[in-house]
């Protein structure tokens, strides 16, 4: 079977993930540009991450023949300093023509915040005035609605926007619908602990349908699993998915997706 990981932050994660994961028939991995486990303190720090993300993990990567692409941008998790904010905006147009850059990503809300709602409108005219894709995280659990809804409304706000062209990430039951009845693209992650389990992600998928849907992991530092995309097979199989549609929905739909973007390609 093959599967993309649309979403995996594979500088946390050691090369035997690597392994498994083209082992598990993964094609291509994409790594959006995301919080360190610590709060950087300058814009230099963030030069050296987008260097780790463009340079060094697509090499780390292509060792166990794994194409790997990468986003970037301010992790809303660091989007409360507004002038480190606009050090590390002034960064991103020198990183977009790399051959891996995907576009902008992973932008969105933390807590809500005016300082969040404003990084997150910078970001947005960025990719706007690039004609870039957008990846986008909305904020977890009790502050998921509000924050989705802040999101949509700022994206919706800029009439360069295409929604087709934006995959808003980490919906649930709650949100699916209001992200997909405005013509974004839905993700949804795998997590053991606070995101979706298989049997919830195959639930949405019967509800909301296959269109405009992928699937992803988000693996990182903490609990998390990096063939969460393919155990979810196992799921879909159960569900009597056939294989065609089971592809479809890990393959083909990220794949449909990133191909708007000129330097996503699979071997």
């Known amino acids: 079977m093959r599967y993309i990981e649309p979403h995996g932050h594979m500088v946390s994660r050691t090369t035997d993930d690597y392994l498994a994961m083209v082992t598990a028939g993964c094609r291509a991995v994409c790594e959006p540009a995301f919080?360190?486990?610590?709060?950087?303190?300058?814009?230099?720090?963030?030069?050296?991450?987008?260097?780790?993300?463009?340079?060094?993990?697509?090499?780390?990567?292509?060792?166990?023949?794994?194409?790997?692409?990468?986003?970037?941008?301010?992790?809303?998790?660091?989007?409360?300093?507004?002038?480190?904010?606009?050090?590390?905006?002034?960064?991103?147009?020198?990183?977009?023509?790399?051959?891996?850059v995907l576009g902008i990503g992973e932008i969105g809300l933390n807590k809500n915040t005016r300082n969040e709602i404003t990084v997150l409108e910078r970001h947005v005219d960025l990719a706007a005035s690039r004609g870039e894709l957008i990846l986008v995280h909305t904020p977890h659990l009790?502050?998921?609605?509000?924050?989705?809804?802040?999101?949509?409304?700022?994206?919706?706000?800029?009439?360069?926007?295409?929604?087709?062209?934006?995959?808003?990430?980490?919906?649930?039951?709650?949100?699916?619908?209001?992200?997909?009845?405005?013509?974004?693209w839905a993700g949804i992650t795998l997590y053991p602990e606070s995101k979706c389990t298989p049997s919830r992600a195959v639930d949405m998928l019967e509800m909301y349908g296959r269109e405009r849907m992928w699937l992803n992991c988000a693996c990182d530092w903490g609990v998390s699993d990096p063939l969460a995309v393919p155990k979810t097979a196992l799921e879909m199989r159960r569900r009597g998915l056939s294989e065609d549609a089971i592809e479809g929905v890990l393959f083909h739909n990220p794949a449909r997706f990133l191909q708007q973007c000129a330097r996503f390609a699979i071997p």
């Not at 991450?49 to 809303?76: I, M, V």
């Not at 949509?152 to 295409?162: E, T």
Request: net charge negative; proline share 6%.
């Open 142 to 184: 009790e502050d998921k609605l509000k924050g989705t809804r802040l999101i949509l409304d700022v994206l919706d706000a800029d009439r360069r926007i295409d929604p087709g062209r934006v995959i808003i990430d980490h919906v649930e039951e709650h949100t699916a619908p209001l992200v997909l009845d405005r013509g974004y």
């Open 35 to 100: 919080w360190a486990g610590f709060d950087r303190k300058s814009a230099d720090g963030f030069y050296d991450y987008f260097c780790q993300l463009t340079d060094y993990e697509p090499k780390r990567a292509a060792r166990f023949g794994l194409p790997h692409y990468s986003w970037l941008c301010l992790n809303p998790k660091e989007s409360e300093d507004l002038e480190l904010a606009e050090d590390v905006l002034a960064l991103i147009p020198e990183f977009l023509e790399r051959p891996n």
